[in-house]
DNA sequence: CTCAATGTAAAACGAGCGTTGTACTCTTCA
DNA sequence: TGAAGAGTACAACGCTCGTTTTACATTGAG
């Protein structure tokens, strides 16, 4: 039996997924957890705070499912994840595209969540035999974000074509 | 000198790209496109009406910039909108993320903007030389989106590595 | 000149928002 | 037993929002 904190959080992830951070209400998000409006803010402290510890949330849960050996394996993942939660677009740039200056600590979130992709993204690459410069982790790193804007409007097929492309750019001399 | 509603869409694109469809008020959008509200509402009926409106300024303008004829010239004009425009992401991902059921004509806008940018890339691939498939069209696509996504984080670089990764699938064999 | 069209400013409306206060119930454990 | 802690329901607060109303200014054509 897990904390209220991350009960709430987890299922506050899913609402500010669906239907976007501005156009969830407190109500809904307490009611989506299972909690009063006032245990909510007792745990969480504001919207601001609940949305930061959403996107927290989401980032964990989401590189446990990017634990991956190699290129490949990242784009097997992201297929995974597409077919069980959905495609609706990066999370975190949605978050940053509707979030100001008023949400730094959300905005941190996102800022933390971009840095590690790109160094897990750097890891992967530099691992595959013969090991590969900066160029291929950027190229590999725009297609799996490539990929997860696709996948939105043309489904695991783009997220299919993204992986053959990945493995055409790392066996290419 | 253009029409008062074209005037409107087009500084209400800007305001919502800046700062969130949600978080954008009439007030706000009024004042920033030099009118009043009773005009702005004279003109464009509601705030959904607007919305709509303001995507398919954004459309319009964005597919002008997109007039190329090879694969090449893609990258090249999304390059050269991100420096003029600068880089927050898709609009219409963001979109789509933000507007639920409620903006049915906003949706509409989004939907037919990806048909009709997987077409152009669709025909662009398949006058390169020798003409390639689907999935090679589905490539570009992901390329294009990822550079459009990661140029938020990291600039002009992704896009480089984007153009450089599609000359390689386009020219390899 | 006048009238219709088109714009403005400013206030008001009902609704929903994030947030807090109050009063109550239930469990736990010393 | 009884006090403390943690949760609930529910109403209220001040604020902002989208939208409409009212009253007034400007302007160009017949």
């Known amino acids: 039996m897990s904390s209220l904190p991350q009960e709430i959080a987890a299922s506050s992830e899913q609402v500010f997924d669906h239907h976007g951070f501005a156009a969830s209400g ?7 957890a299972g909690v009063s409006t006032r245990t909510l803010y007792k ?20 590189f446990d499912q990017l634990a991956v050996t190699d290129v490949d394996g990242l784009f097997a993942a992201l297929e995974q994840w597409v077919q069980t939660e959905g495609a609706r677009g990066c999370f975190f740039l949605r978050a940053a595209g509707e979030l ?10 996102v800022t933390e969540y971009r840095r590690r992709l790109r160094t897990l993204v750097g890891e992967l690459v530099n691992h595959t ?25 043309r489904g695991v097929e783009g997220i299919t074509a993204a992986r053959a492309a990945a493995a055409s750019l790392v066996h290419q001399s």
């Not at 407190?26 to 989506?32: E, G």
């Not at 090991?131 to 997860?148: C, N, R």
């Open 129 to 153: 035999d013969p090991p590969h410069d900066d160029l291929l982790a950027e190229q590999i790193l725009v297609l799996f974000e490539g990929a997860t804007s696709v996948a939105t409007y």
């Open 26 to 32: 407190i109500d809904t998000l307490a009611h989506a």
């Open 43 to 62: 745990h969480m402290g504001s919207k601001a705070d609940l949305i930061a510890a959403a996107l927290e949330a989401r980032s964990a849960r989401f």
């Open 100 to 109: 100001s200056d008023d949400f730094p600590e959300a905005l941190k979130v």
